[in-house]
Each structure stands twice: as structure tokens, then as C-alpha cells.
């Protein structure tokens, strides 16, 4: 086995990949609700947690394990909860507090298809938009994607130290397909992984601000038990923490939570590009899709067809930059989702109209298998 | 009989935070004593000296808003 | 003299609770307790959820976090795991507690971990203005049962303790000396304990059944609370329109957090 970066070989499935991921990654704390496909996450981290010293618990509901994240994360620990689309409907309301109290912590969704209880058993990417939008009110949102075991694993340490570094939830995205297909994973040693850590207060509880208005806009939230008293709370806020009514405070609160998202974008959003540079033909695929398009993406260029592929490994923040580049180059864009279009709106609205956008939408458990891209591609040519 | 009583046992200072009294009645109706009445809206101390310090118009404050010394 | 202004935060007040409401006569008994009890600031939390009595983190200068409707004892639960060696206290209500969150109350008195809740039952949603929740007696007026409640009212420490809490006592807060000891004992209990506080409401429950002003709705705390002794003695007959108030149960269990604490010895690879 040829491998191109030093780390111990193993198999797993991604679901397994994604509870070393969180180990990895300094997570020492999981609350969950068991759920189809994503049960394996918290079933590997049951035995694993209790060994380091970490603690595992199977709570009673969806909402429950959302909000025993959050109160762990404020003791200092990272957190994680691992669910599938029911579930991730059942958390958006907790999730949007760990946006307004700004709370570091990640969410996993395994995705299946819905809506409602759709099918348990096979993958789906129909909850990309919930994921933006699902939760009410306006904040900014950062959720990540993978195609693989080895993706999984590293997006999932990606999400704890982008949660760690912008305080804030962090959703990582994966399907069915992804989280149940055992394949080689490299796990790097310890010292050649990047580990981010939260912020912590370098004033003394006197002079202590929880939500002090700083230039990168991003709170210091001591944990709890080590002497700043502070008050953490769902309702606008002001520095202090406290509930205000100050139209001006509420504003700059409101507004803040977007602006710390998007102020970062471009060390947010990775993009990977296969064959991009001469393309006539965009394709835009992301998560197990992904792997469909790279298949597609050669067998077109075999038959002389000039197709490239942007795959964002970061859905939100939207990789807008990089689809108008590409649109630019291009005659015109493909979709292939397992949804009926949820990106492909994204992606003609941040081409600007400029390219005809083709949705390929798949919406029947089946992964799209690449002929089917490969016709579609043909058909737009 | 005051006078007598001051050397081991000082007189009550019950004091009413108006800004915090939000008037409504509950130290004033379960005085056991009838020091306190209600005057525009608030609590006002009316006779201290016949305060016994059973402490229940402050326990029962639910505005913090009097102490009993 | 009692100094209550070293465990609040002075600035928030006067606090937002209307004139009458024994959330605050409740606040004062918790703080006083806190105090016996030498309880660090530092060290000691405050979770509640939605609601009048969920605004009492706010008020008070420890560590607090005031969270979504039905959700303080999921976060609370989290924030215990993680840190055992915090006190973590619920401050809730009837509807937070056994309406929206009633799955994560009877759960953690299952699970009989180490958080104390008080529980301050008014009989009414208060803060939205007054409609009804699982323990408006039944008959009685809220904005949502105007015609008169026709629901049964839960039984909250009758479900605490059928859930498996180890101490489950009920208070109210006209008896506030009794109240303190009550929450003494629950706040040194190793394992879920609940108070439930029987607390006035004079606004949104009061004005809606004939009892109008606070000294009403306190004076009827005073002439239908029992305790439990007195209770065991009395006949169906003259149990009628009162209620027990006292330790209605204290066991010994397993407690969550030393359990696992347990298993992460176990699982400690050896030396």
C-alpha cells in the first residue's frame, strides 16, 4: 500500500473515522440519541471516552444531547453530537442558541434521506440548506463536508478547531455512503496534527467581559468553575452577557454574529479542483457525491470532453469566489446532489447568472453513479 | 421597658429600599407586631419600636427590598 | 443582619418579577442556604430554562446560564458530566419543567444524577401571560381555558419520585424557614433532588381566580399547606383543597457522576 503522508494505516468506516477524528482532536465529551446511520459514532465513542478519561452520555432525546453539549463545552471541554436527519430537525432550535451564546462545540450529520423518516438506511444530502437556515434567525453558519473515511476524519478535527477558534457551532456534513463505507484511513501522529484551542480571558474576573466587542468579534467565554461569573443566555445580549432591550446593543450583536463568519471566509472556505484550469464544463459536487464527479469528470476528459470539478470541502460559508471563478472560465455548470437542486441555487446565485447552472438531482436512495454524470455532462455539451 | 432592654438587646432598624418595593402588601399584612404600612404604594416603617425581629417581613420581601438589623 | 447584596448582582435590579410573585421570596431562601452551606460562588452553577422563574439566574452573582424552554436539565446534565466538581442547580418552572422539558426532567431523576432543581410551580404560564400548563388545577381560569381548565394537573414530585429521584420535597413560599431547610437538605444531597416550590402568582394566576392580590394568595398558602406528618393523620375528608409540604421522600441510590467516575478507574490501563 502506497501512501503519500506518513501515519499508521488502518481500515474503518467513516463513521468510526470521524470518532477517532474527535479524539484526535482533544473531544472529551459526546451526548447523543441513537439514530440510523449515524449510531456508530456514538457506539465507538462509548468505548473510547471512558478509556481517556472523557465522558460519554446516551441522552433521552435529540434536544437533550444538543443542549448537554453546550453545557459541557461551557466547562471547557470539546463537545460533540453525532445524528442523522430527524435528529438534526430536532436540534436546530439548541444549535442556533450555541450560535447566540456563541458556544464552541460540533454537530455530525450523518445524512439520510427525508423528509420525515424517509430512508433510515440510505444516504441523502437533502440536509444541506437546513443546515444554513434550520435554526431561526439570522448568524452565521460554518458546516463542513467529506467523501471519505480519511475526509471524515480530518474534517471532523477541522470542525473542532474551527469551532474552538470562531466560538462557534461547527455542523460537519457526511451521508450514508461515507459514514458506512470501510476504507483506508491514515491517522497522523499526534504531533503532526493541528490542534486550535478557544481563547482564554486575558483579564482578571474585575475587568472580565464575556462578550466584549473586539476587533476579531470573537467573545473570550471563561469556563465555568475557574472564577469569572458570567452570564450565558438565548436572549440578546450585551458585552456583559446580561439580556438587553438596546436596539443599538441588540443590532451590533446581531450583526457581529454574521460578520465573524464572514470576516473569516477565506480561511474558512477549502476548495479542492480537479482538472479545473481548462474546463469547458464545471462540475460542482461536493461530499460522496464528489467521488461520483471525479470518476465523471476523467471518463469525459477520456472522451475529449473538458470537464473540471470544484469540490468544496466547506459548504457554508458558500465557496461563492471560487464558483464565480469558475463560472467565468466555463460554458456551462452541473449539479449532481443527492437532492433536487438544494446547491445548485446556491451555485446560480453565486455565478451571477453568467452560466447556464444543470441540476442532477437524485433523490431515490441510489448514489449517482458516474454514467449517469457522464450522460448529463453530455447532454449539457 | 425599652430603655431597660437596649443594653442586651438593640432596637430593630428595618430598613425599606423604595427603589426596589414593588408594594405589594405581603410584609405589611403578616407583621405579627403592625410595624409596617403601606404609604403611596410602598412600605414604610411605621412603628419599629414594637419591631420583635422575627425577620419574616424581610424573608418574605420577594424584592430584597428590606432589612432587619 | 444578612447580607444578601454579596450573592446578587446589584446592578440588574429591581428585578423584573411583578409585585407579589414569590419567585424572589424563593431566590432569597436559595441564597440564605447557599450561604449555610458555605457554598463557592466560583463553584456553583445555575441553569434554567424559559419562563418567570427561569429570569433567576440573572440575579444572582455566580456562574449562570439561562438557556431554551424545557431544556435547563439537558444542559445542566452536560455541564455536571463534564465537571462534577461544580454544584449545578435548575431553577425551572411547571410549564419548563414537566410540559416542554418533562421528558428531560423524569430522565435525569432516573438517572439520578447530582443536580438540585427547584422548581417553582405556580399554576399557570406567567410570563407569556397567563395561559395554562400541566398543573392548572382543573376547573380553574387561564387565557387558554377560559370555559375553566379541563385537564387533570400533574402530581410534580409524585412523577419525580416515580421517576426515581433520591430526594424529592415539596415547600411554598409563604412557610420560607421551612423552604430553607428544604433546600438545605436537597442541595447536599448526592443524587437528583427536586424541590418543588409552590409559589404565587398573582398576575397572570391570581387576578384570573379570585385572588387578586398577593396577600390573598399568600394567606391561602397559609391556611391550605400541611406538612407531611400532620397529613398522615388527617382523613380523606379533611385532605380536601390542602396540600403536603416537607420531605416527601430521601433514599440512598447510585449517583451518575460517581458511577462513572467509577468506570474510568476501571477502564485506567495499569501502571
Given at each position: 500500500?502506497?501512501n503519500?503522508?506518513?501515519?499508521?494505516?488502518?481500515?474503518?468506516?467513516?463513521?468510526?473515522a470521524?470518532?477517532?477524528?474527535?479524539?484526535?482532536?482533544?473531544?472529551?465529551?459526546?451526548?447523543?440519541?441513537?439514530?440510523?446511520?449515524?449510531?456508530?459514532i456514538?457506539?465507538?465513542l462509548?468505548?473510547?471516552?471512558?478509556?481517556?478519561g472523557?465522558?460519554?452520555?446516551?441522552?433521552e432525546?435529540?434536544?437533550?444531547?444538543?443542549?448537554a453539549i453546550?453545557?459541557?463545552?461551557?466547562?471547557?471541554?470539546?463537545?460533540?453530537?453525532?445524528?442523522?436527519?430527524?435528529?438534526?430537525s430536532?436540534?436546530q432550535?439548541?444549535?442556533?442558541y450555541?450560535s447566540?451564546?456563541?458556544?464552541?462545540c460540533?454537530?455530525?450529520n450523518?445524512?439520510?434521506?427525508?423528509?420525515?423518516?424517509?430512508?433510515?438506511?440510505?444516504?441523502?444530502?437533502?440536509?444541506?440548506?437546513?443546515?444554513?437556515?434550520?435554526?431561526?434567525?439570522?448568524?452565521g453558519?460554518i458546516a463542513?463536508?467529506?467523501?471519505?473515511?480519511?475526509?471524515?476524519?480530518?474534517?471532523?478535527?477541522r470542525?473542532?478547531?474551527?469551532?474552538?477558534r470562531?466560538m462557534?457551532?461547527v455542523?460537519?456534513?457526511?451521508?450514508?455512503?461515507?459514514?458506512?463505507?470501510?476504507?483506508?484511513?491514515?491517522?497522523p501522529?499526534?504531533?503532526?496534527?493541528?490542534?486550535?484551542?478557544?481563547?482564554?480571558?486575558?483579564?482578571?474576573?474585575?475587568?472580565y467581559?464575556p462578550?466584549?466587542?473586539?476587533?476579531?468579534?470573537?467573545?473570550?467565554?471563561a469556563?465555568?468553575g475557574?472564577?469569572?461569573r458570567y452570564?450565558?443566555?438565548?436572549?440578546?445580549?450585551?458585552?456583559?452577557?446580561?439580556?438587553t432591550?438596546?436596539?443599538?446593543?441588540?443590532q451590533?450583536?446581531?450583526?457581529?454574529?454574521?460578520?465573524?463568519?464572514?470576516i473569516?471566509e477565506?480561511d474558512?472556505?477549502?476548495n479542492?479542483?480537479?482538472m479545473?484550469?481548462?474546463a469547458?464544463?464545471?462540475?460542482?459536487?461536493?461530499?460522496?457525491?464528489?467521488?461520483?464527479?471525479?470518476?465523471a469528470?476523467?471518463?469525459?476528459?477520456?472522451?475529449?470532453?473538458?470537464?473540471?470539478?470544484?469540490e468544496?470541502?466547506?459548504?457554508?460559508p458558500?465557496?461563492?469566489?471560487a464558483?464565480?471563478?469558475?463560472?467565468?472560465?466555463?460554458r456551462?455548470?452541473v449539479?449532481?446532489e443527492?437532492?433536487?437542486?438544494?446547491m445548485?441555487?446556491?451555485?446560480s446565485?453565486?455565478s451571477?447568472?453568467?452560466?447556464?447552472?444543470?441540476?442532477?438531482?437524485?433523490?431515490?436512495?441510489s448514489?449517482?453513479?458516474?454514467?449517469?454524470l457522464?450522460?448529463?455532462?453530455?447532454?449539457?455539451? | 421597658?425599652?430603655?431597660e432592654?437596649?443594653?442586651?438587646?438593640?432596637?430593630?432598624?428595618?430598613?425599606?429600599?423604595?427603589?426596589?418595593?414593588?408594594?405589594?402588601?405581603?410584609?405589611?399584612?403578616?407583621?405579627?407586631?403592625?410595624?409596617?404600612?403601606?404609604?403611596g404604594?410602598?412600605?414604610?416603617?411605621?412603628?419599629?419600636?414594637?419591631c420583635i425581629?422575627?425577620?419574616?417581613?424581610?424573608?418574605?420581601?420577594?424584592?430584597?427590598?428590606?432589612t432587619v438589623? | 443582619?444578612?447580607?444578601?447584596?454579596q450573592?446578587?448582582?446589584?446592578?440588574?435590579?429591581?428585578?423584573?418579577?411583578?409585585?407579589?410573585c414569590?419567585?424572589?421570596?424563593?431566590?432569597?431562601?436559595?441564597?440564605r442556604t447557599m450561604?449555610?452551606?458555605?457554598?463557592?460562588?466560583?463553584?456553583?452553577?445555575?441553569?434554567?430554562?424559559?419562563g418567570?422563574?427561569?429570569?433567576t439566574?440573572?440575579?444572582?452573582?455566580?456562574?449562570?446560564?439561562?438557556?431554551?424552554?424545557?431544556?435547563?436539565?439537558?444542559?445542566?446534565?452536560?455541564?455536571?458530566?463534564?465537571n462534577?466538581?461544580?454544584?449545578?442547580?435548575v431553577?425551572?418552572?411547571?410549564?419548563?419543567?414537566?410540559?416542554?422539558?418533562?421528558?428531560?426532567?423524569?430522565?435525569?431523576a432516573?438517572?439520578?444524577?447530582?443536580?438540585?432543581?427547584?422548581?417553582?410551580?405556580?399554576?399557570?404560564?406567567?410570563?407569556?401571560?397567563?395561559q395554562?400548563?400541566?398543573?392548572?388545577?382543573r376547573?380553574?381560569?387561564?387565557?387558554?381555558?377560559?370555559?375553566?381548565?379541563l385537564?387533570?394537573?400533574?402530581?410534580?414530585?409524585?412523577?419525580?419520585?416515580?421517576?426515581?429521584?433520591?430526594f424529592?420535597a415539596?415547600?411554598?413560599?409563604?412557610?420560607?424557614?421551612?423552604?430553607?431547610t428544604?433546600?438545605g437538605?436537597?442541595?447536599?444531597?448526592?443524587?437528583?433532588?427536586?424541590?418543588?416550590?409552590v409559589?404565587?402568582?398573582p398576575?397572570?394566576?391570581?387576578?384570573?381566580?379570585?385572588?387578586?392580590?398577593?396577600?390573598?394568595m399568600?394567606?391561602?398558602?397559609?391556611?391550605?399547606?400541611?406538612?407531611?406528618?400532620?397529613?398522615?393523620?388527617?382523613?380523606?375528608e379533611?385532605?380536601?383543597g390542602?396540600?403536603r409540604?416537607?420531605?416527601?421522600?430521601?433514599?440512598?441510590?447510585?449517583?451518575?457522576?460517581?458511577?462513572?467516575?467509577k468506570l474510568?478507574?476501571k477502564?485506567?490501563?495499569?501502571?
Amino acid at each position: 500500500m502506497s501512501n503519500d503522508r506518513p501515519g499508521k494505516v488502518r481500515m474503518m468506516q467513516g463513521n468510526q473515522a470521524c470518532a477517532e477524528g474527535a479524539i484526535a482532536a482533544g473531544c472529551r465529551f459526546f451526548a447523543g440519541y441513537p439514530i440510523t446511520p449515524s449510531s456508530e459514532i456514538a457506539e465507538n465513542l462509548s468505548v473510547m471516552l471512558p478509556r481517556l478519561g472523557g465522558k460519554f452520555i446516551q441522552m433521552e432525546d435529540e434536544m437533550a444531547a444538543m443542549g448537554a453539549i453546550i453545557g459541557a463545552a461551557l466547562t471547557g471541554q470539546k463537545s460533540l453530537t453525532a445524528t442523522s436527519g430527524p435528529g438534526f430537525s430536532l436540534k436546530q432550535e439548541t444549535k442556533g442558541y450555541a450560535s447566540m451564546a456563541e458556544v464552541p462545540c460540533v454537530i455530525v450529520n450523518v445524512m439520510r434521506g427525508g423528509p420525515s423518516t424517509g430512508m433510515p438506511t440510505l444516504p441523502a444530502q437533502m440536509d444541506v440548506q437546513q443546515a444554513r437556515w434550520g435554526a431561526h434567525g439570522d448568524r452565521g453558519v460554518i458546516a463542513l463536508t467529506a467523501k471519505s473515511a480519511q475526509e471524515t476524519y480530518e474534517q471532523t478535527i477541522r470542525a473542532f478547531n474551527l469551532a474552538e477558534r470562531y466560538m462557534t457551532p461547527v455542523i460537519l456534513l457526511i451521508d450514508e455512503i461515507t459514514g458506512h463505507t470501510t476504507e483506508k484511513v491514515i491517522i497522523p501522529d499526534a504531533s503532526d496534527i493541528e490542534i486550535v484551542h478557544r481563547k482564554k480571558p486575558d483579564k482578571d474576573p474585575e475587568n472580565y467581559l464575556p462578550y466584549r466587542f473586539t476587533d476579531d468579534c470573537i467573545p473570550t467565554l471563561a469556563p465555568f468553575g475557574t472564577g469569572y461569573r458570567y452570564n450565558v443566555t438565548g436572549l440578546c445580549h450585551n458585552e456583559t452577557g446580561f439580556p438587553t432591550n438596546d436596539s443599538n446593543e441588540i443590532q451590533c450583536l446581531i450583526e457581529r454574529l454574521t460578520r465573524k463568519i464572514e470576516i473569516y471566509e477565506d480561511d474558512i472556505i477549502r476548495n479542492n479542483e480537479l482538472m479545473l484550469e481548462d474546463a469547458e464544463i464545471g462540475v460542482f459536487a461536493y461530499g460522496s457525491v464528489a467521488r461520483t464527479a471525479q470518476a465523471a469528470v476523467r471518463i469525459c476528459r477520456e472522451e475529449g470532453i473538458k470537464a473540471g470539478l470544484l469540490e468544496p470541502t466547506v459548504l457554508w460559508p458558500f465557496p461563492t469566489k471560487a464558483v464565480l471563478a469558475m463560472a467565468q472560465k466555463v460554458r456551462a455548470i452541473v449539479v449532481p446532489e443527492l437532492n433536487l437542486g438544494q446547491m445548485a441555487r446556491e451555485v446560480s446565485l453565486a455565478s451571477q447568472c453568467s452560466v447556464p447552472v444543470h441540476k442532477l438531482g437524485r433523490v431515490d436512495g441510489s448514489p449517482i453513479p458516474p454514467q449517469q454524470l457522464v450522460e448529463k455532462i453530455r447532454e449539457v455539451v | 421597658m425599652a430603655g431597660e432592654q437596649s443594653a442586651s438587646k438593640k432596637p430593630a432598624v428595618i430598613t425599606v429600599n423604595t427603589n426596589w418595593c414593588k408594594g405589594c402588601e405581603i410584609c405589611v399584612a403578616f407583621c405579627p407586631k403592625d410595624c409596617l404600612e403601606m404609604e403611596g404604594g410602598k412600605c414604610r416603617v411605621a412603628r419599629p419600636d414594637d419591631c420583635i425581629k422575627c425577620m419574616l417581613c424581610e424573608l418574605r420581601c420577594p424584592d430584597f427590598a428590606i432589612t432587619v438589623e | 443582619m444578612f447580607d444578601y447584596l454579596q450573592y446578587v448582582r446589584q446592578e440588574n435590579f429591581p428585578h423584573i418579577w411583578c409585585a407579589g410573585c414569590g419567585d424572589g421570596i424563593v431566590l432569597k431562601a436559595l441564597i440564605r442556604t447557599m450561604d449555610k452551606l458555605g457554598l463557592s460562588q466560583d463553584e456553583t452553577v445555575m441553569v434554567s430554562g424559559i419562563g418567570c422563574s427561569s429570569r433567576t439566574p440573572g440575579y444572582v452573582d455566580i456562574n449562570t446560564l439561562h438557556t431554551t424552554h424545557g431544556r435547563a436539565i439537558a444542559f445542566a446534565t452536560g455541564v455536571k458530566i463534564a465537571n462534577p466538581d461544580l454544584n449545578v442547580i435548575v431553577v425551572t418552572g411547571d410549564g419548563d419543567a414537566t410540559a416542554i422539558g418533562g421528558n428531560h426532567f423524569i430522565h435525569a431523576a432516573r438517572r439520578n444524577i447530582d443536580l438540585t432543581v427547584l422548581l417553582y410551580n405556580n399554576y399557570i404560564y406567567g410570563m407569556t401571560g397567563g395561559q395554562c400548563s400541566p398543573t392548572t388545577p382543573r376547573g380553574a381560569n387561564a387565557s387558554t381555558a377560559q370555559h375553566g381548565n379541563l385537564e387533570p394537573a400533574f402530581n410534580i414530585s409524585g412523577l419525580a419520585i416515580a421517576a426515581g429521584a433520591s430526594f424529592v420535597a415539596r415547600g411554598d413560599a409563604y412557610h420560607v424557614k421551612k423552604l430553607e431547610t428544604l433546600i438545605g437538605k436537597a442541595l447536599q444531597k448526592k443524587g437528583f433532588s427536586l424541590v418543588e416550590v409552590v409559589s404565587p402568582c398573582p398576575t397572570a394566576f391570581g387576578r384570573r381566580n379570585k385572588m387578586a392580590s398577593p396577600v390573598k394568595m399568600m394567606e391561602q398558602l397559609r391556611d391550605t399547606v400541611v406538612s407531611v406528618e400532620k397529613w398522615e393523620k388527617m382523613t380523606g375528608e379533611e385532605r380536601k383543597g390542602r396540600f403536603r409540604t416537607g420531605i416527601l421522600r430521601d433514599i440512598e441510590k447510585p449517583e451518575f457522576t460517581a458511577e462513572y467516575a467509577k468506570l474510568i478507574e476501571k477502564m485506567r490501563p495499569e501502571e
